[in-house]
């Protein structure tokens, strides 16, 4: 069977968009495997089925670059929005205008995504969570010190994805590969975690690195922004919590803020790449 895909990417954090509002598409863990591999398939951090859904106008059913479903990803889900806009611009009238507003169900909830007028796109992200099962009390942010994992003092959050943020002097100090997953599979994390490190660079400007749960090292990543900015808004007594800050990762920049409701808004890149079939 041939199957027609789409490459997008928000801030160099990479993804396979597969159209399946048919639902006709079936693909193994293994397959999707092979599909993310940058050697021996088209090469992703993420393949994203677009597909129907009963509660949203769209369901994100997203899976890891090693085949393992994941409940949310904050670069994915504005590609996913961009990649739905694209083909709905297909079927409508010249006289019709494309929505500014889209509605997605994640495995972590229903997300709104706003579309700007600077070609970026804000994703309603939600609360912060600082309780959760898959950190452990002595990580929860209700902790007057954090603890230790790996010689690192981290915070933990879930962005309906759970992290662990560190900040660091020099972040050019970090050896990733090596400290990541180590992290990633310490025994206090259940389901396993995605951990970010950060560096200050002014009240509103910080440097990130992050270490994907289930894809290892990516050039940047949408909840991870949210965990940092959740973490900092707790923390620091002196940033103006009204302000937008910026995270630049690797791959670029992500912008993120809060609404008067608490909840967190990212936003950011979304760009089509290429076409092809595989």
């Known amino acids: 069977m041939m199957i027609n895909f789409y490459k997008y990417q928000g801030a160099g954090n990479d993804f396979i968009m597969i159209n399946n509002l048919n639902g006709h598409i079936k693909l193994?863990?293994?397959y999707i495997k092979l599909l993310c591999d940058r050697h021996f398939g088209i090469g992703a951090d993420g393949l994203i089925f677009l597909e129907k859904s009963n509660k949203a106008d769209i369901f994100m059913n997203y899976y890891n670059s090693d085949g393992t479903t994941a409940e949310m990803c904050g670069n994915g889900?504005?590609?996913a929005v961009k990649f739905f806009l694209s083909k709905t611009k297909k079927t409508l009238k010249t006289s019709k205008v494309l929505p500014r507003s889209v509605s997605v169900e994640t495995?972590?909830?229903?997300?709104m995504v706003e579309v700007n007028d600077d070609d970026t796109y804000s994703v309603n992200m939600g609360l912060p969570i600082f309780k959760h099962q898959d950190f452990p009390e002595t990580l929860k942010q209700s902790e007057v010190l954090p603890r230790s994992v790996e010689g690192?003092?981290?915070n933990c959050v879930s962005i309906g994805n759970p992290h662990a943020v560190a900040f660091v002097e020099n972040l050019e100090n970090i050896d990733l590969k090596s400290i990541g997953p180590k992290v990633e599979t310490n025994p206090l994390f259940p389901n396993k975690i995605n951990v970010e490190f950060v560096e200050k660079i002014s009240e509103t400007y910080y440097k990130v690195k992050v270490?994907?749960?289930s894809c290892g090292e990516t050039l940047a990543c949408g909840t991870?922004?949210?965990?940092?900015?959740?973490?900092?808004?707790?923390?620091?007594?002196?940033?103006?919590?009204e302000k937008e800050l910026t995270l630049e990762f690797p791959g670029g920049k992500l912008y993120v803020s809060k609404n008067k409701q608490g909840h967190i808004i990212l936003r950011g890149p979304a760009v089509f790449v290429f076409k092809g079939e595989i």
Not at 107 to 111: L, N, S
């Open 152 to 154: 690192y003092d981290f």
């Open 107 to 111: 495995r972590a909830g229903i997300k």
């Open 77 to 79: 889900i504005r590609c």
């Open 28 to 30: 193994e863990p293994d």
């Open 211 to 213: 270490w994907e749960r």
């Open 224 to 241: 991870g922004a949210c965990a940092v900015y959740a973490i900092i808004n707790n923390l620091s007594t002196t940033i103006n919590k």
